[in-house]
């Protein structure tokens, strides 16, 4: 079966730090960017961060730049995104997405070829 996996949500106090994976099973991901997405309650989904295939590029939205830092682990065929000085506002559900494309420069609009199921973020005091 050909999926993504998203893993390492969960609640966090304002101010702290989650690291969330994004792992393939049964296909690689060596030859797709990567990005991921989030979606809050009423709102639409918007683009958080992508990195290319070779993980020598990434882009990030303005909300994050600074605090949030995607990677990637070619050989265990996985994506993180680490989540530092987490706000309130950054509270979510998370998908990763694998981009049809090496490339980010367009990633919220480029066609993708897998999204994972989603872990939630939320971050509370």
């Known amino acids: 079966q050909l999926e993504l996996v998203e893993s390492g949500g969960g609640l966090v106090q304002p101010g702290g730090s989650l690291r969330l994976s994004c792992a393939a099973f049964?296909?690689?991901?060596?030859?797709?960017?990567i990005g991921w997405f989030r979606q809050a309650p009423g709102k639409e989904r918007e683009g958080v961060s992508c990195?290319?295939?070779?993980?020598?590029?990434?882009n990030y939205a303005d909300s994050v730049k600074g605090r949030f830092t995607i990677s990637r682990d070619n050989a265990k065929n996985t994506v993180y995104l680490q989540m530092n000085s987490l706000k309130p506002e950054d509270t979510a559900i998370y998908y990763c997405?694998?981009?049809?494309?090496?490339?980010?420069?367009?990633?919220?609009?480029?066609?993708?070829?897998?999204w994972g199921q989603g872990t939630q973020v939320t971050v509370s005091s």
């Open positions: 997405a694998a981009i049809r494309n090496y490339y980010c420069s367009k990633f919220v609009s480029e066609q993708k070829d897998y």
């Open positions: 990195i290319s295939s070779s993980g020598g590029s990434t």
């Open positions: 049964g296909f690689t991901l060596d030859y797709y960017a």
